[in-house]
Structures are given as C-alpha cells and as structure tokens.
C-alpha cells in the first residue's frame, strides 16, 4: 500500500502549492506559527472550488495548549459547524483537561457533530501533551475518533519510532495512525520503514521575504534569524521531492 501523504497549509497559496505538486490531501490552518488556527471559511471555500483536494480543516482558536474555556469552546463548535457546511473533507481539532487528560465530554460531541456531516474526525497533536499514549488512543478509540495526527509524544517523529511502531501495530486497524513534526525528504522512508505507518503528516516549509516587515523602527518579525523578514510557506519544491521519495520506493 502506498502511503498517504498529508501537507499541513497556512494558507490558500499554499494549498495551490500542494495541489500543483501532486498532494490530494491537506490540513488546513491558519496561523501556523502559533501551531496552526482555524483557518477563514472564504480560505476554505475558495481551496474548495478552485482544487480538488481533500480538506480537513483544523479547528483551533488560539495558540498555547489545548484546555479552552467554555467560551472559548462555543467558538469552536460554531467555526466547526461552519467549515463542515462549507466543504470540509473532515476537522482536526484537540481537547485535554487541566490534568493534560483527553477531555472526553468535548471530543465525544466533536465526533458525534462530525460524524453527523459524515466526515472525518482527526485528533491532533495535542494527543502528544498526555502521559500515557496507550490509554489515551484506546479513549479516542472508544469515541469514535478516525484518524491521530501524532510524533509520538516527541518534537520531532524521527525521535519516537519506536512509540509509533508500537501505536501502529496495537491500534493501527482501529484508528489511523498519522505521524507528523519534522516529517522530510530526508527521513520519511526511514520513518515509514521503522513504524509501518501508512500515512505522514509534512509541511515542506520554506520561507519568502516581506520587505515590509521591519522598517524604519518599526518591526513585525515573528522568526528567528535568519528569517526575520520571512513568513513560512510550503514548498510546491519540497512536496514534490516528498511525494518521488515514497513513488521510488513503493515502486521498488
């Protein structure tokens, strides 16, 4: 089975840039820099009408973790109405409690709302902020979740291989195990090989300069140097040598 590649996008161009280089699913935010946000319904709409890849948006109403205030979770049951109505493939989203626990009152009603639109319900990464991985995948599992985005419990996937191997052989015909962070060129045949996963989350980032960004004394940086005038983007470059890395190897 060939594996699914997943491109997490910021914005409309990036979706451009993934459905130019041949990707047929993305994970679309906004924000990225805060970890990735609700992204604008118009974001969705026009990736909607003008592609055709498959869309699951994340819903996300602010950066930090994942334990929202009811206020702020009225908000995101709205946003996730809205994307659903408006031609999202599926919504990733996450809720813990104060303890870091999933919160299963609120994941419970997410997959029930989504599954009521008859898409897909993706936990995201905020799954990797719990203690015990094993005890929180069988919860999502009993909830109805279809998909975890995850690296593992580490930053980075390539340090958790052998957490996502043992994931992904326990639970890999109940749920679908998506692994994410820090997923390249470089390492995703190493990533695939070692977990037997069969699909990986990539953003292949690159950045772009805005020359406005600082001026004068003035300055609206939000990246480190070397980047200080840059904004992220992805890479229709890096998808496409993502998506030969895994075409040359499946044809082997």
């Known amino acids: 089975m060939k594996p699914i590649v997943e491109i997490c996008c910021g914005s409309y161009s990036d979706a451009l840039a993934a459905a130019r280089a041949g990707a047929s699913r993305i994970e679309l935010n906004s924000a990225l820099s805060l970890g990735g946000l609700t992204p604008s319904l118009a974001t969705l709409i026009k990736v909607k009408q003008t592609t055709s890849l498959k869309v699951i948006a994340m819903v996300r109403s602010r950066g930090a973790g994942f334990c929202y205030s009811e206020e702020e979770y009225e908000v995101m049951k709205d946003e996730a109405k809205l994307m659903l109505e408006n031609g999202a493939d599926g919504l990733a989203f996450g809720f813990l409690d104060i303890h870091g626990n999933i919160d299963q009152k609120r994941t ?145």
């Open 108 to 252: 419970q009603e997410f997959v029930q709302m989504i599954h009521a639109y008859q898409k897909e319900a993706v936990f995201h990464r905020a799954f990797d902020c719990v203690a015990d991985p094993f005890q929180a995948i069988e919860l999502l599992i009993d909830l109805g979740v279809d998909r975890l985005l995850t690296s593992g419990l580490k930053p980075q996937a390539i340090d958790a291989l052998d957490c996502l191997c043992q994931l992904q052989q326990q639970y890999g015909q109940q749920i679908e195990i998506l692994v994410g962070s820090g997923v390249n060129k470089n390492n995703v045949l190493d990533i695939i090989d070692k977990t037997h996963v069969h699909q990986v989350h990539s953003s292949c980032k690159d950045w772009l300069e805005d020359c406005t960004t600082a001026m004068h004394d003035v300055s609206f940086a939000y990246a480190p140097f070397p980047h200080e005038s840059d904004y992220e983007i992805v890479s229709e470059i890096f998808v496409k040598q993502l998506l030969d890395e895994i075409e040359k190897n499946s044809q082997r």
